[in-house]
Structures are given as C-alpha cells and as structure tokens.
C-alpha cells in the first residue's frame, strides 16, 4: 500500500533559523511528488512537484528535494507568514486516475 | 489560475438533515476529489470523479454519495447528516495524467458543523 510519513509532526522556529521538514514515502513507482502550504481554515494551496530523484525546485525561502525514498522541504531564514501546516503528497506511476496519498503534514511555527 | 469553487465557508446543519456540498472547478478537469480533514487525521479521500457520472469509492465512503452530472461539477451529499460528519470538507480537482505528474488544486474548503 502506498504510504507518506511526514516528520515532525510540529516545528517551531525562530525567525531566521534554517530547518528542513522530510516527507518518506512508499509507492511503487512515483509519477509526482507534491508540496502543500495550508494556512489555518483554508484549502491547501499548491507548492512544488518534484518527479525524479536529484530535482530540486525553489520558491522564495522554500526549496523542495527528491531522493528514492524521501522529499526534504528547507526552509532558509524563515518569516512569521511562513507559518503554516505543509503536506506532502505523492503520485504512484501505476495510478491511471491521478489519485493523491497525503501525509498528514507538518505545522511550522515561526516566531519574531 | 485553476479556480476551485465551494458553495459555503460554513454550514450549520441538524441531525438527518440531507446535506449537499457544491464544488466547481474552472480549468476543464477530468478528476475532481472530496476530502474531509479532521485534527490529527489529515487528508482523507471519501470519493473521486474521473469523469462525467463516473465515480469511485475513497477510503472513507461511508455516509456519503456523491454526483457528477457536468464535467465542471462535483457535489458531495450527506445522505442523514450526523454529528460524527462535522469536519472541513475540501474539494480539488486535477488533470487526469498523461506522461506526467498532474498536481491536484483545492478550493477553500466548507467547515460543517452537525448539530
């Protein structure tokens, strides 16, 4: 059965202080690997993907890594409006409907 | 930009009340989703749309049907609404995929409270 684990469950940061958030997965054959933000009482909102192992793709402060096994989202020098819970969702080759596995995500604090 | 549409932020509704949860999308989809998102449960899938009136069961199908006569459409329904259903509901849709990954986007999600 396909599976994500999003680890830690809860990161709280101060402003400026670099972390990264991992996201492991299981699939038999990854089409995609995507990353959410989702603020409090919003729908998630669309980050990354990433398809091979050795991408990386970068926005802002954010940059998303794929290995075989794992997806590391770092975050440089974060802000307070980085806080957010993000999630990690994967694509399995063998899906021909498009169907997403969610982690259960990690809430980022930052704080001034 | 993909828009995904939900009819309410928020809904109060009464036990055994039907419900129906309205989800548009803007961007000729194929695949349209429903999720419900509960502290400390995540994302779960209750049923997905890969076509006009073509459906499949998620992992949480229980108490639920759903619709899709337009391609555009998605609704989801609450047959006898009962407090264990209070949860936000979010709807997505995605491009069925080809060669590639096809990213899902979510509307702003419906918080139901069942009382």
């Known amino acids: 059965e396909d599976q994500v684990t999003q680890s830690p469950e809860a990161l709280r940061l101060q402003e400026g202080e670099s972390s990264s958030l991992n996201c492991s997965y299981t699939?038999?054959?990854?089409?995609?690997l995507f990353w959410y933000r989702q603020d409090p009482g919003k729908g998630p909102e669309f980050l990354f993907t990433l398809y091979s192992a050795g991408e990386e793709k970068e926005k802002e402060r954010l940059k998303a890594t794929l290995t075989k096994k794992e997806s590391f989202l770092h975050i440089t020098a974060p802000k307070p409006e980085d806080s957010a819970t993000y999630l990690c969702?994967?694509?399995?080759?063998?899906?021909?409907?498009?169907?997403?596995?969610f982690g259960r995500g990690t809430q980022l604090t930052v704080w001034p | 930009d993909v828009k995904v549409t939900q009819s309410s932020r928020y809904l109060v509704k009464r036990t055994g009340e039907k419900v129906f949860l309205e989800c548009v999308q803007d961007?000729?989809?194929?695949?349209m989703f429903w999720y419900r998102q509960d502290p400390g449960l995540g994302l779960r899938l209750i049923y997905f749309s890969y076509d006009v009136k073509m459906k499949e069961k998620g992992d949480i199908p229980e108490g639920y049907s759903v619709s899709r006569e337009k391609k555009e459409r998605f609704s989801l329904i609450l047959e006898s609404a009962s407090t264990n259903q209070t949860s936000m509901y979010l709807c997505a849709s995605s491009r069925r995929p080809g060669q590639g990954a096809s990213e899902a986007f979510f509307g702003q999600g419906t918080r139901l409270t069942v009382v």
């Open positions: 699939v038999s054959g990854l089409r995609g």
């Open positions: 969702a994967v694509q399995a080759m063998g899906s021909t409907l498009g169907r997403l596995y």
């Open positions: 961007m000729d989809h194929e695949n």
